[in-house]
Nanobody, 115 residues
């Protein structure tokens, strides 16, 4: 069974940085990885993704501020978040797309940006 867990969330002030990490365990091959976020009353939205070959995509509101990366084994995916603002406050979820194009989600981790 594949399991995914996020870490690194917390409370930061506007303008500060935070790095989220997501580790996957189990027997799997990762085709793609992504970070999403969700705020109360809104749908979960894509923040950044990394597909095969290391191709990355970012949603407009994080371009130039966030960076997604992974390790060689493609079992950990990180999200470096710089110059955070209060609008970035959300629960962040990582997702691994594994064999059979199954989506494996983490439980989510809270990021709060507030002065």
């Amino acid at each position: 069974q594949v399991q995914v867990a996020e870490s690194g969330g917390g409370l930061v002030q506007p303008g500060e940085s935070l790095r989220l990490s997501c580790a996957a365990s189990g027997n799997f091959a990762a085709y793609a990885m992504a970070w999403y976020r969700q705020t109360p009353g809104k749908e979960r939205e894509l923040v950044a993704s990394m597909a095969g070959g290391g191709i990355t995509r970012y949603t407009d509101f994080v371009k130039g501020r966030f960076t997604i990366s992974t390790d060689k084994a493609r079992r950990t995916v990180k999200l470096q978040m710089n110059n955070l603002n209060p609008e970035d406050t959300a629960v962040y979820y990582c997702k691994f797309v594994i064999q059979g194009y199954r989506d494996i989600w983490g439980q989510g981790i809270l990021v709060t940006v507030s002065s």
